[in-house]
């Protein structure tokens, strides 16, 4: 068997913001490995189609909640409906998020608060909550997108940057609390990937993934599990990027200034 694969349908994985994107390439790789699927996501649409097509590429039986995660009491609120809908959850993939580059007086109140309570409050919650059913089934696996941008606090970056930083120590301390109980959990943290996240054009994004600037949704996805299914705490999926770490911790104040001197228009 495949690392990772399971006897269809005996296991199920909840992909959080699987509309679209890298979670689109979570679910579809999931149901590949023999998952049954629970997808969430805010639009309806995009998740019935989604679920549709899931269902007859990989004969996967796919079942979609409609929710916002950026609330205060989310994370509650999805792990009551899986339990009254008779959901038991094996494999988490908190990948729902939101990119914010914007310097912070001019970010509005709101997006900090969702921001924070997206990519901080609900994935920890979750994470306890499912992690502590896991550990008494006999186990589980956790994955949390992170982002290259944790060594990256830029201008315009800061609320972003920090809030997947957060993640990062986060998922990494956890999985070293829970792994006597048979969870394994990993943070993943891509460098720039090809989805509609940042608002890059179509267009932009082709120039990107020709020029390797940018990775596939695809790409991302598997080496994100096959991380998970390892039992890797933290992964960043590209090597080669792996190899700017220092770069960017190290770079000097002339270099931020003009950096930022180019990137300003594109703050929104």
């Known amino acids: 068997m495949r690392r990772g694969e399971v006897e269809k349908g005996t296991k199920t994985a909840l992909v959080t913001g699987a509309s679209m994107g890298i979670g689109l390439c979570y679910a579809e790789q999931l149901a590949a490995l023999g998952y049954n699927l629970v997808l969430v996501s805010r639009s309806e649409e995009q998740l019935q189609q989604v679920s549709e097509r899931i269902s007859q590429q990989y004969d996967a039986k796919v079942t979609i909640h409609v929710q916002d995660l950026a609330k205060i009491d989310a994370a509650e609120e999805l792990f009551d409906w899986c339990n009254e809908s008779g959901f038991k ?38 994470c306890k909550l499912f992690a502590k059913d896991m550990a008494e089934r006999g186990g589980g696996h956790i994955l949390n997108m992170s982002s290259f941008s944790i060594w990256m606090p830029f201008p315009g970056l800061s609320l972003y940057s920090a809030s997947k930083s957060y993640l990062k120590s986060f998922s990494v301390a956890f999985s070293k609390e829970v792994k006597e109980l048979g969870v394994k959990v990993t943070a993943v943290c891509p460098a720039g ?40 705490r933290c992964t960043v999926p590209d090597w080669w990027c792996r190899l700017f770490i220092p770069i960017c911790l190290i770079l000097p104040g002339f270099v931020i200034r003009r950096l930022r001197r180019f990137t300003n228009k594109w703050q929104k």
């Open 89 to 126: 959850i094996d494999v988490l993939i908190n990948n729902a998020g939101m990119f914010s580059f914007c310097d912070i007086l001019n970010t509005p109140i709101d997006r900090i608060k969702q921001t924070i309570l997206l990519h901080d409050v609900t994935n920890s919650i979750l």
């Open 193 to 232: 990937i090809a989805t509609d996240l940042y608002g890059l054009s179509p267009r932009w994004q082709k120039i990107g993934l020709k020029l390797h600037a940018l990775s596939t949704p695809k790409f991302c996805a598997k080496r994100g599990l096959n991380a998970l299914w390892r039992g890797t």
